[in-house]
C-alpha cells in the first residue's frame, strides 16, 4: 500500500500577475514566479515536508495543489488523473480525498456556526442525504478521535483555545476519511508544547488511517519530526529534495546546510562549539530573480558559472536530488 | 499522551460544564445590548409607540376620516384637545380628530421606514455581498454601476418620479428603494472583501462548498452584525426621507396621512393658537427617530465590542 503514488506533481508553475500601483489599465502587468518547476511523489501514507523562509511559495505550492490559485503549466497528477485539467464540478469529486489545515486555528472556523455545524459541512456537502442521526455519530466520533469531547459539539469557536481550535479543524479534515491532508503551517500559530500535541494527533491519525500528509511549516525541527521526506524551496524552486534522515546528516545544497546549522541544538555545548552558516542579505524579488541558480547572490559557494547556468534538479544519490553546481 | 489525559479532562469538563451548549456570538451581543440602558429603554419606547399605532384605534372616538362640524373652522377655540370631547389630541383646521390622525400617521411611516430599510437591506447585502465575493472585473462594473446611480441626486430623482408617474405610496416605495440600498451595497462590499480572505472560506472552498453555499452560509452571517446596524439607522433616515417629500405635499395624499404630511399642516396652521396641530405628530415623530438611533448605536456597540 506505501509504494503506490497517489500524488505526483510534474513540472508545476505558478505565476501571479503583479501591477505596479499607477499602472494604466493596459499596462502589461509583471510576472511573479511564486511557483517554479516543481516535481515531486507522494506515496499513500507518506509525509511530505515542505520548509523554506516567508514568501519562497510554500503555501502556493500547497494551493496550487488543491486548485486554489491557477496554476500556468504543469500537472498534478492525482491516483493518475490530472486534476488541472478537470473541470470545476469534477474536482468536486475529488474534493472530498484531499482536505486542508490551515495556519491561523482560529481564523479558519467561522465563528457564527457552532463546532458541531463546523466539522460536519464537509460530509454534509457531499453526502447531503446523510440522516441527522447519522452524521451526529459521525462528528462524534471524529471529535474522539482528534481528543476533544462529544458534549461541546454546540459551543462556538470563540469560546477554545488555539490548540482546540486546531484539532477541531483537524477533525472536520478528517470527517471525510481522505486520503491527503494539505497541512499549510498547522503549528506555528501555536507554543510550543501545543505544537507538539497537535503534531504528535497528526501522526497517530496518520497511522490509523494511512493518511498522506504534505506538511508544510519554517521550523526544520517540528518537519524533521514528522516528515518522511522533505523538500526544500528557495524563492519558488526546489532546492534540494531527499529522505527526512538524509537530508538531516546529509545536507548537499549549500541553502539547505545553512538552515540546518541554524535549528538549535538542545546540548549547550554542542551549541557552542556548532559551526553556523550564516546566510546573509535578503530574499531577492520573485519577480525579478537573479539569473543562473536563484540562490547564487547569497550563497558562500558562488562562483561565475552560477549566475550563466541554471543548475539542473539532479539525483545524486537515491532517493536524494539536489539543484546546485557544487553539491556535495 | 493524549489518550491518557481524555479520563481526567473528561471528569473535569462534567464538572464544570452543565449542559454543553455554547454561547454563540448572538447570545453574546444580545447580553451586551440589554446591558446599554439608552438602547434597552429606546427599545421598549420605540415598542410602546409601535403597539399604540395598533391599539389606540381602539379607543378612538373619532375616526380620521370623520369630521367634527363644530370644530371645523374653529380649531382654535373648540378643538383643542380634551378627554370630554373626545379629541384627545385636539382636532386639524377640519374639524378631524388629530389623534385618528396621528395614529394612522405613525402607521404609514414606520411602514414607508421599515418596508424601505428591509427592501434596502436585502437587495444591498445581496448585490454588495455578489460584487466582493466574486470580485475582479464583475466587482468592477456593479460598484461603477453604484457610483453612477449614486452621483444622481436622491431627492431630485425622487420628486420627478413623484409628478411624472403621480403621488402615491407605491411610487414612494420604488424611489426610495430604489436609491437606498446603494450605501447598503457599499459596506457590504467592504465588508465581504475583508471577509473573503479568511481562512474559514478557503477552508470551505477546499472542501468543495459551492459559491451560493459560500455566500449564504458563510458571508451573509457574518455580514449581518453590520447590516443589522446599518438597518436600524437606515429607518429613521428614510422616515426623515419620507416626512420631507410629504412636507413638500409630494408624498402620502389625502385621506391618508403620515408625520410629515402632518407636521406640515400643524406648521402651517401654528399662528391661529393652534399649536398641538404641531405638537403631537412632532412629538411622536422625534421621540421615533431618537429611539432608532439609540437602538443602532447599542446594537453597533453590542455587535462589534472591539471598536469601543
Redesign the interface.
Known amino acids: 500500500m506505501s509504494d503506490q503514488a497517489i500524488l505526483q506533481v510534474e513540472n508545476l508553475k505558478v505565476n501571479f500577475d503583479v501591477s505596479a500601483e499607477g499602472d494604466m489599465p493596459w499596462t502589461k502587468p509583471k510576472k511573479l514566479q511564486a511557483v517554479n518547476d516543481i516535481s515531486f511523489t507522494l506515496n499513500a501514507g507518506e509525509t511530505l515536508g515542505i520548509v523554506g523562509e516567508s514568501g519562497c511559495g510554500k503555501s502556493t505550492l500547497a494551493r496550487a495543489i488543491?486548485k486554489?490559485v491557477p496554476a500556468e503549466s504543469g500537472k498534478v497528477l492525482w491516483l493518475g488523473n490530472n486534476l488541472l485539467s478537470l473541470s470545476d464540478s469534477e474536482?468536486?469529486q475529488y474534493?472530498?480525498q484531499?482536505?486542508?489545515i490551515?495556519?491561523?486555528p482560529l481564523?479558519?472556523?467561522?465563528?457564527?456556526?457552532?463546532?458541531g455545524e463546523i466539522i460536519a459541512?464537509?460530509l454534509r456537502?457531499?453526502y447531503p442525504k446523510t440522516s441527522e442521526s447519522d452524521v451526529k455519530s459521525r462528528v462524534s466520533d471524529v471529535m474522539n478521535k482528534v481528543?476533544l469531547?462529544d458534549?461541546?459539539?454546540?459551543?462556538?469557536p470563540?469560546?477554545f483555545s488555539g490548540g482546540q481550535c486546531q484539532r477541531i479543524?483537524i477533525a472536520?479534515a478528517l470527517i471525510l476519511k481522505p486520503k491527503l491532508i494539505i497541512c499549510d503551517e498547522p503549528v506555528s500559530a501555536l507554543d510550543v508544547s501545543i505544537q507538539a500535541?497537535v503534531v504528535?494527533?497528526l501522526m497517530?491519525i496518520q497511522q490509523e488511517m494511512e493518511l498522506a500528509l504534505i506538511f508544510i511549516a519554517h521550523d526544520l525541527s517540528v518537519v524533521k519530526h514528522i516528515s518522511t521526506k522533505i523538500m526544500v524551496l528557495y524563492l519558488g524552486n526546489m532546492v534540494e529534495l531527499a529522505n527526512s534522515n538524509e537530508i538531516y546528516q546529509n545536507p548537499s545544497h549549500p541553502y539547505t546546510q545553512a538552515l540546518i546549522s541554524a535549528v538549535p541544538i538542545p546540548d549547550p555545548n554542542i551549541e557552542k562549539n556548532k559551526e553556523l552558516i550564516l546566510i546573509e542579505g535578503d530574499l531577492p524579488s520573485p519577480i525579478n530573480p537573479p539569473s543562473g541558480c536563484v540562490f547564487r547572490t547569497r550563497c558562500h559557494k558562488a562562483k561565475e558559472i552560477c549566475s550563466k547556468e541554471k543548475p539542473n534538479f539532479i539525483e545524486s544519490s537515491t532517493s536524494h536530488s539536489v539543484a546546485c553546481h557544487f553539491h556535495d | 499522551m493524549i489518550v491518557a489525559n481524555k479520563k481526567k479532562i473528561k471528569d473535569m469538563a462534567e464538572n464544570f460544564s452543565e449542559s454543553g451548549a455554547g454561547r454563540s456570538l448572538w447570545k453574546d451581543a444580545r447580553i451586551r445590548f440589554i446591558q446599554n440602558k439608552a438602547a434597552t429603554i429606546s427599545l421598549f419606547v420605540l415598542l410602546a409607540i409601535v403597539s399604540f399605532s395598533f391599539i389606540g384605534p381602539y379607543f378612538a372616538v373619532w375616526s380620521y376620516e370623520q369630521i367634527d362640524w363644530n370644530a371645523m373652522g374653529s380649531a382654535a377655540r373648540v378643538g383643542m384637545p380634551s378627554i370630554e370631547s373626545g379629541h384627545y389630541f385636539g382636532t386639524d383646521d377640519l374639524g378631524r380628530d388629530l389623534y385618528s390622525r396621528v395614529i394612522q400617521g405613525t402607521q404609514i411611516s414606520l411602514m414607508v421606514g421599515v418596508l424601505g430599510a428591509s427592501v434596502a437591506v436585502i437587495v444591498g447585502t445581496l448585490y454588495g455581498a455578489t460584487s466582493g465575493y466574486l470580485g475582479g472585473k464583475t466587482d468592477q462594473i456593479m460598484m461603477r454601476i453604484v457610483d453612477i446611480l449614486m452621483s444622481i441626486p436622491y431627492m431630485f430623482v425622487l420628486i420627478l418620479l413623484l409628478v411624472v408617474f403621480g403621488r402615491s405610496i407605491g411610487m414612494l416605495f420604488i424611489g426610495i428603494g430604489l436609491l437606498s440600498w446603494l450605501d447598503m451595497s457599499r459596506i457590504v462590499r467592504g465588508q465581504t472583501l475583508n471577509l473573503k480572505n479568511k481562512e474559514f472560506i478557503e477552508a470551505a472552498k477546499v472542501t468543495g462548498v459551492s459559491d451560493f453555499k459560500i455566500i449564504t452560509r458563510h458571508i451573509v452571517p457574518n455580514l449581518l452584525g453590520i447590516v443589522a446596524v446599518y438597518a436600524t439607522l437606515l429607518v429613521p433616515g428614510i422616515i426623515l426621507a419620507e416626512s420631507f417629500i410629504s412636507f413638500l405635499g409630494l408624498g402620502v395624499q389625502e385621506p391618508s396621512t403620515s408625520w410629515g404630511a402632518l407636521i406640515k399642516e400643524g406648521s402651517g396652521t401654528i399662528s391661529y393658537d393652534t399649536e398641538w396641530q404641531l405638537l403631537f405628530p412632532l412629538a411622536f415623530f422625534v421621540v421615533s427617530l431618537f429611539c432608532f438611533y439609540f437602538i443602532g448605536d447599542g446594537l453597533r456597540d453590542a455587535l462589534d465590542p472591539k471598536e469601543r
Open positions: 488543491v486554489m474536482t468536486r474534493r472530498k484531499i482536505q486542508m490551515f495556519q491561523d481564523a479558519s472556523l467561522n465563528p457564527r456556526m457552532n463546532i459541512e464537509p456537502t457531499h481528543g469531547l458534549n461541546l459539539v454546540n459551543r462556538y470563540h469560546e479543524g472536520r500535541q504528535n494527533l497517530d
